[in-house]
């Protein structure tokens, strides 16, 4: 899709207008409105109406509420966008907005709410009617120089990002039978060649071995799709001097194991949205060409019940050599995880460490599909995600890495037990389990296992997988030094 700036309205399919309510709509608005009446359009957030017109510029012109000027958000104006996205039929191509302030960030917002509502997985889609109508033009008409030129600059941004969001949702989209860690190799590749200073890097079975990550390899020895580590590194005239390593999730399929899941296996796809985020960062990075230097770790595994499998009760040595006793083997991903994290401290002794994962079940229980717990064991890192998190909107809470609580992983037999199902506070205890393989370093786990894959539709997020975070990550990325 192209964005341009124009100053006037030209021929276009369909024309959209956004509105407050009780506000008189602007000089401009209103000479392309002067043929209608609209008296049952009330302006509220994300209220739609669609008006048709003869022999007009415009053949089609979309109301899109935006409810009471002093309670819209930046995020009003994000859903705004989704909403316009969501009314446009096949026959409409070119699409022109003439919003009724001149903002930068508000612009930004509905721009970035337009492309990311303008989503569907269709990979497996024959039937050409059912695939996303292709928009091929979004102007945005704005008479102000400045705003034109500022604007110009972010567009490319959003475009960049919102593509690597894209392609997160396509993948955590994807069946295993496709998305496996095969396919995810092979994606990794193609993203350090496609992008700027990028490098990478496959540990593979072998080399797992060879290391002593006998989490990574016992999680995923019972697949025939074997488990390996995908290390990705961009560095381009760094501001910081000692590198940030993401380490993202990447369960292809769980199964849940020996202990075999009894819900929504169906769903268990989802499992490797963490590591399609890292990668979509590494897109943005390619792309975007900051002056940092980060390191992505993308443990990758099929957590599958077979005769080779890890089972319940078996103890696992990880890379940094604290054994662990795995009382239940559906509590996988802090196992690859703990050989990632070690890893990435040893290896690159990083400024700051940051895991992100659909780790537990209980963080649906306990926020929802619209809020990501978080842990950290930095008020300093607290302060850049909360900040980070605010600017995107994607909602953040912080949960404690309660101390008493630590007791509740010891093991009589090992260092650790991979859970404890009496303790409760599942969460907490998923990222109290991760705490033991980061050090002092300063570290956050992101637990993503209830906003990144969703029920239900959201102005701009569909159904499915919601590719969320990789915008707030970013953002974190962009601001690192100030
Ligand atoms: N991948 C799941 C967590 C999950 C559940 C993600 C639902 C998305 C939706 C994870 O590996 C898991 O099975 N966690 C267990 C942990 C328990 C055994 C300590 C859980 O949450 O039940
Ligand atoms: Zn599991
Ligand atoms: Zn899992």
């Not at 050090?439 to 992101?446: I, L, S, T």
């Not at 894959?453 to 499915?464: L, S, V």
Request: glycine share 8%; hydrophobic share 40%; charged share 25%.
């Amino acid at each position: 899709m192209k964005i341009e700036i124009a100053s006037r309205i030209t021929k276009t399919d369909l024309l959209v207008l956004p509105f407050f309510a009780g506000e008189k709509p602007s000089t401009a608005q209103k000479s392309e409105l002067e043929s209608y009446a609209y008296p049952d359009f009330e302006a509220k957030p994300n209220e739609a109406l669609l008006l048709y017109q003869k022999n007009k510029l415009a053949p089609r012109v979309l109301l899109i509420g935006l409810g009471e000027p002093e309670k819209a958000l930046q995020d009003t104006w994000r859903q705004a966008g989704g909403t316009a996205t969501k009314s446009i039929k096949k026959n409409i191509h070119s699409i022109t907005l003439l919003p009724p302030k001149e903002d930068l960030y508000r612009l930004s917002a509905f721009i970035e709410g337009f492309l990311l509502g303008h989503y569907r997985y269709e990979d497996f889609l024959r039937d050409e009617k059912r695939r996303l109508p292709v928009i091929e033009t979004l102007t945005i008409i704005i008479e102000d120089k400045k705003i034109t030129q500022l604007l110009q600059e972010k567009i490319r941004e959003i475009q960049v990002v919102i593509d690597a969001v894209k392609s997160v949702r396509d993948m955590v989209n994807s069946p295993s039978n496709v998305m496996n860690p095969g396919i995810f190799e092979h994606l990794g590749k193609l993203t350090a060649k496609n992008g700027f200073k990028i490098g990478c890097k496959i540990l593979d079975e072998k080399k797992l071995k060879k290391l002593g990550m006998w989490c990574l390899y016992g999680v995923g020895q019972g697949a025939k799709e074997r488990p390996r580590m995908i290390v990705l590194e961009y560095k381009y005239k760094p501001k910081n001097k000692r590198p940030i390593v993401l380490v993202g999730k990447g369960i292809c399929f769980d199964s849940g194991g020996i202990n075999l899941k009894t819900q929504m296996l169906e769903d268990m796809k989802l499992d490797m949205a963490g590591a399609a985020t890292v990668l979509g960062i590494f897109k943005i990075l390619g792309a975007l060409r900051p002056e940092l230097h980060v390191i992505g770790l993308m443990p990758l595994a099929e957590n599958m019940p077979s005769g080779e499998a890890i089972k319940s009760g078996d103890i696992l040595t990880a890379f940094n050599g604290i054994t662990i006793e795995v009382v239940n083997t559906d509590a996988e991903g802090r196992l690859i995880l703990a050989d990632a994290l070690s890893y990435g401290i040893k290896t690159y002794d990083p400024e700051t460490i940051i895991d992100i994962a659909t780790l537990t079940g209980a963080a649906i229980t306990a926020f929802g599909y619209g809020i990501t717990p978080f842990l950290t064991n930095s008020p300093a890192l607290k302060e850049k995600i909360e900040t980070a998190a605010q600017t995107t909107d994607e909602k953040m809470w912080e949960l404690p890495l309660e101390k008493t609580y630590r007791k509740n992983l010891e093991s009589p037999i090992a260092d650790l037990l991979n859970s404890n199902p009496k303790a409760g506070a599942s969460t907490i205890q998923g990222g109290l389990f991760l705490e033991n393989f980061v050090g002092e370093k300063p570290w956050a786990h992101f637990d993503i296992a209830a906003t990144a894959y969703i029920p239900e539709a959201k102005p701009y997020i569909p159904k499915g997988a919601t590719g969320k975070h990789v915008r707030t990550l970013w953002e974190l990325l962009k601001h690192y030094g100030d």
